[in-house]
C-alpha cells in the first residue's frame, strides 16, 4: 500500500469510527458550528426523563383542557425555535443516568454513569458554571428536586458520587453560585445531616440570602452581591398536580415557573450577563413511578416555566434559551382502543397522583375503601378484583424501582390505570431514545439537526464568546 493511501484510509477509518461511536467526547469531537460572543445570557431548561409521549401528550392535555397549545409545540408550529435531535449516551452505557448527561454538557466530556464530571482515570473536567463564573457572568440552578440532585450538580462540581448530596451541599457553599433553588432541605439541615454540621447558618453566616419557603422567595430584595439559596421542601418538591389540590403547598412552596422568575430577576443584574439551568427534575421521578398524572402535569409546569424564559428572551433579545432533556424514560404513549379519547379525557378531572393515592393507604383499607380513594382523586372507579390486586401488594411490599424507598406498588397500579387512562408504558427506566433539542434566541440558527450531547458544552462557551 502506498504510504499516502495508508494515511488515507487511516485517517477515513478514524472519521468513521468516531461517527459510529456513541462515547466518543469532545476531545475527538468537531465543534457544532457556531459563531462567538452572539448571545449574553444563556437559560439552559430540562425536562428530565422526558420521552417523546410526554411531551406529545401533555400537549394533547393542554389543547383539551384549555383549549391552548404548549409553549414548547408553539415555538415548532410558529417556526420560532431550531430543532434537533440529540444522542443522549454516556461513557459507559447507550443508556445514560442523569449525573453522566448532565456532565456531558456540563463538562464537555462524557463520563460513566453515576459520575459528576469525573473520568474513570480519576480526572476531572472543569464545570461550565465554574467557567462562566470565572468570567465574570452570574450562574444559578433551579429545580423541583434536591437542588444537590445530578442535573443540577452536573453543571456546577466534580463528584465520583452522585449520591454524595450532602459533600455537593458543602460544594455549593464554597462555590458560592448566585442564585441555587429547589428541594433537599435534608442536605443542609443539622437535624438531618449525619455530621450533624448546620448548613442553612453556615450559608447565612457567609452573606448567602436564604428562602424556605414560597413567601420568603417572593418578598426577598433582588441583591446583586448576595448569593441566594432557596431550599423549601425536604426530597423533592411536591408534584405539580398534588400541590395544585392543596391550598398549603401552593402557598408554602414555589411553583417552577414561580422560582424561574425570581432566577432571572436576581441574575439579569450582572452587567456581563448570566446562565442559569432549569430542571422539571420530578418528571422523571414520576416516568420512573409509571405515574400518568405525575408525568403530565409535571410536564405542564416545565412548560410554565417555558413561558416565563421566552416571555423574558423575547423582550431581552440576547438571550440563548435551550430546551430539551438529558434522556427518555419509560417510553409513555396514548395507545389506540374505542374509547382512547375519552378515557384519556379522563387525566382532566386528575386532582391526585399516584403517589398520594398509595401513600395515604394503611392496613384498613378495604377494596372499597380504596376504590373510593381513587376516584375522589383522579374521577374513574376501578373493580373490587382490581382494588384487591393492589391492596395485596401491600402485604409483601416488594416492587423495586428508584425513588421508591417503601417499595409501593406502582407498576401494579398503573397496569391497571391504563384501562381507564389509555396511557401505556415501556418500562419503568431510562431509555437510549434520541431527544428533543429545541433553540431560541441569537446563535440558535447554528444548531444542527443532529448532535451529541456533549458537543453543547463548547457552543454554550462559543455563544457567548467565551473559551476557557
Request: proline residues 3%.
Given at each position: 500500500m502506498k504510504r499516502r493511501d495508508f494515511f488515507k484510509n487511516t485517517a477515513l477509518t478514524a472519521i468513521g469510527t468516531s461517527i459510529l461511536s456513541p462515547f466518543r467526547s469532545i476531545a475527538d469531537a468537531v465543534d457544532i458550528e457556531t459563531s462567538t460572543g452572539e448571545a449574553k445570557n444563556i437559560i439552559f431548561m430540562v425536562s428530565d426523563g422526558m420521552s417523546t409521549g410526554t411531551l406529545n401528550m401533555a400537549s394533547l392535555l393542554l389543547q383539551r383542557k384549555e383549549g391552548k397549545q404548549s409553549n414548547w409545540l408553539k415555538l415548532y408550529e410558529e417556526n420560532r425555535a431550531t430543532r434537533a435531535l440529540m444522542d443522549t449516551a454516556s461513557a459507559s452505557s447507550?443508556?445514560?443516568?442523569?449525573?453522566?448527561?448532565?456532565?456531558?454538557?456540563?463538562?464537555?466530556?462524557?463520563?460513566?454513569?453515576?459520575?459528576?464530571?469525573?473520568?474513570?482515570?480519576?480526572?476531572?473536567?472543569?464545570?461550565?458554571?465554574?467557567k462562566f463564573k470565572a468570567a465574570g457572568k452570574g450562574v444559578g440552578c433551579v429545580t423541583t428536586v434536591p437542588i444537590t440532585h445530578a442535573t443540577p450538580a452536573g453543571?456546577?462540581?466534580?463528584?465520583?458520587?452522585?449520591?454524595?448530596?450532602?459533600?455537593?451541599?458543602?460544594?455549593?457553599?464554597?462555590?458560592?453560585?448566585?442564585?441555587?433553588?429547589?428541594?433537599?432541605?435534608?442536605?443542609?439541615?443539622?437535624?438531618?445531616?449525619?455530621?450533624?454540621?448546620?448548613?442553612?447558618?453556615?450559608?447565612?453566616?457567609?452573606?448567602f440570602l436564604l428562602a424556605c419557603n414560597k413567601g420568603e422567595l417572593m418578598t426577598l430584595p433582588v441583591s446583586p452581591e448576595k448569593p441566594l439559596l432557596g431550599v423549601f421542601y425536604e426530597d423533592g418538591l411536591p408534584y405539580a398536580l398534588d400541590r395544585a389540590s392543596n391550598k398549603n403547598l401552593e402557598q408554602t412552596t414555589p411553583s417552577l415557573a414561580e422560582m424561574t422568575k425570581v432566577a432571572i430577576q436576581k441574575l439579569k443584574t450582572n452587567k456581563n450577563g448570566f446562565v442559569l439551568q432549569i430542571e422539571g427534575g420530578k418528571v422523571d421521578w414520576a416516568a420512573h413511578a409509571n405515574d400518568a398524572g405525575a408525568l403530565l402535569y409535571d410536564q405542564i409546569a416545565f412548560d410554565e416555566a417555558i413561558a416565563e424564559v421566552i416571555a423574558f428572551a423575547e423582550q431581552d433579545k440576547e438571550t440563548l434559551v435551550i430546551i430539551t432533556t438529558d434522556h427518555g424514560n419509560a417510553n409513555p404513549g396514548l395507545f389506540y382502543g374505542d374509547e382512547a379519547t375519552k378515557n384519556f379525557d379522563q387525566l382532566q378531572q386528575f386532582k391526585h397522583t399516584n403517589e398520594w393515592v398509595l401513600k395515604g393507604i394503611?392496613?384498613?383499607?378495604?377494596?372499597?375503601?380504596?376504590?373510593?380513594?381513587?376516584?375522589?382523586?383522579?374521577?374513574?372507579?376501578?373493580?373490587?378484583?382490581?382494588?384487591?390486586?393492589?391492596?395485596?401488594?401491600?402485604?409483601?411490599?416488594?416492587?423495586?424501582?428508584?425513588y421508591n424507598p417503601t417499595k409501593l406498588p406502582y407498576k401494579q397500579?398503573?397496569?391497571?390505570?391504563?384501562?381507564?387512562?389509555?396511557?401505556?408504558?415501556?418500562?419503568?427506566?431510562?431509555?437510549?431514545?434520541?431527544?428533543e433539542l429545541a433553540m431560541f434566541g441569537p446563535?440558535?440558527?447554528?444548531?444542527?439537526?443532529?448532535?451529541?450531547?456533549?458537543?453543547?458544552?463548547?457552543?454554550?462557551l462559543k455563544s457567548t464568546g467565551i473559551l476557557l
Open positions: 447507550l443508556i445514560t443516568d442523569s449525573a453522566a448527561a448532565s456532565s456531558s454538557w456540563g463538562g464537555g466530556i462524557r463520563v460513566h454513569n453515576g459520575s459528576l464530571n469525573v473520568n474513570a482515570d480519576g480526572s476531572y473536567n472543569k464545570p461550565i458554571l465554574q453543571f456546577c462540581v466534580n463528584s465520583d458520587k452522585r449520591a454524595d448530596q450532602p459533600g455537593i451541599a458543602l460544594m455549593y457553599h464554597d462555590l458560592r453560585f448566585d442564585v441555587m433553588l429547589g428541594g433537599g432541605s435534608e442536605f443542609f439541615s443539622a437535624e438531618k445531616r449525619s455530621d450533624k454540621q448546620d448548613l442553612f447558618d453556615r450559608f447565612s453566616k457567609s452573606g394503611d392496613p384498613s383499607y378495604t377494596p372499597s375503601k380504596l376504590i373510593e380513594r381513587i376516584e375522589f382523586a383522579q374521577g374513574y372507579a376501578i373493580n373490587k378484583d382490581e382494588a384487591a390486586i393492589i391492596l395485596n401488594h401491600f402485604k409483601s411490599l416488594d416492587e423495586e424501582g428508584l397500579f398503573a397496569q391497571i390505570q391504563q384501562h381507564y387512562t389509555a396511557i401505556g408504558w415501556a418500562s419503568m427506566d431510562h431509555s437510549a431514545d434520541f431527544v446563535g440558535s440558527e447554528h444548531l444542527k439537526p443532529f448532535v451529541r450531547n456533549f458537543e453543547l458544552h463548547s457552543f454554550l
